[in-house]
């Protein structure tokens, strides 16, 4: 059973705007008593923290190259959390990964390792 669905990714113009999607359409767990985050990874690199949400939407984490630019939220009631990505920058090109930490004790985790489910990623790439 698939866990979590991303959509949204495409090819942009440096400057340009995004917005990544990940929708959790099974019942594996709990969306809405579930911390959610975003990860990407470039070609040859490790895969890193872009941002998190806590379980009510009302914490946000993010990582300090995305800070100001990019915004996660998400919709419980639509089981699907977003990333809106402003003013890419081609060092933001990367297959983005939605992730699902059910069992963290923490409201933002951005370890990789606290989170369960992950979806299939998809492709970001910002053109100079």
């Known amino acids: 059973q698939v866990q979590l669905v991303e959509s949204g990714g495409g090819l942009v113009q440096t400057g340009d705007s995004l917005r990544l999607s990940c929708a959790a359409p099974?019942?594996?767990?709990?969306?809405?008593?579930?911390?959610m985050a975003w990860f990407r990874q470039a070609s040859g690199k490790q895969r890193d923290f872009v941002a998190a949400?806590?379980?009510?939407?009302?914490?946000?984490l993010y990582a300090d190259s995305v800070k100001g630019r990019f915004t996660i939220s998400r919709d419980n009631a639509k089981n699907t959390v977003y990333l809106q990505m402003n003013n890419l920058k081609p060092e933001d090109t990367a297959v983005y990964y939605c992730?699902?930490?059910?069992?963290?004790?923490?409201?933002?985790?951005?370890?990789?390792?606290?989170?369960?489910?992950w979806g299939q990623g998809t492709q970001v790439t910002v053109s100079s």
């Open positions: 992730a699902a930490a059910p069992l963290s004790y923490s409201a933002v985790p951005r370890t990789p390792t606290t989170y369960t489910y």
């Open positions: 099974g019942r594996t767990f709990t969306f809405r008593s579930t911390p």
């Open positions: 949400i806590s379980r009510t939407g009302d914490t946000t």
